[in-house]
């Protein structure tokens, strides 16, 4: 823990929520002058009071350790670059906008990379009755499955829980443009264009 960062994060973050040192203080049940030691990097909370001090503030311990608290660019209205975050341990599955830090059963997540979907990985796409109609021939296993499936364009996500032992299919409202996007628990996140897809199918 940086004592200086640390620090000056603790005094934004009191300041952003518009709390004096006293009222900070009551929340946390200790003096005013521990919380001046703190934000003039003369000291550090106790370890065992990072959780409480966190949820104050509604931030997260890391971000308490670590100092820093940066804000991420604006990408308000592109849900094409939408990052999702998938834990290997209980198969959550998070969405954000822009790089976020995201914890789950314990683990730190990264956004999952999606790469373009080979021949032999696509999903097919057909125009059943006015809707489209998303279906798989791959394994759907406890041990190697896909868990979801979602349609992303630049202003909307529709995602599709999958099953392992359950057949994948999903049906779409007859979109002509985006992608399809989808999680195999072996093979990571994939994704087709839309078109393409049903071209292919």
Known sequence: MDQIKTGALIRA????????????????????????KW???NGCPDISMLTELAEVFGT????????????NESEVGNMNKLRFYICKDCGNIITASSDASITCCGNRLTAAEPRRAEDGEKLRVENIG??????????MT???YISFVAYQSDS???????????AMQARLPLFRTGRLVWYCNRCGLLYGDLRRLMTDA
């Open 13 to 36: 973050l009191r300041l952003r929520n518009n709390m004096t040192q006293k009222q900070l203080a009551e929340r946390l049940n200790v003096s005013d002058k521990a919380v001046s």
């Open 39 to 41: 934000e003039c990097a």
């Open 60 to 71: 997260d311990v890391q971000t308490l350790l670590s100092g820093g608290a940066d804000c």
């Open 130 to 139: 006015g809707e489209l109609y998303v279906t798989s021939d791959h394994e």
């Open 142 to 144: 406890k041990e190697h």
């Open 156 to 166: 909307c996500l529709m995602m599709f829980r999958q099953y392992p032992e359950w």
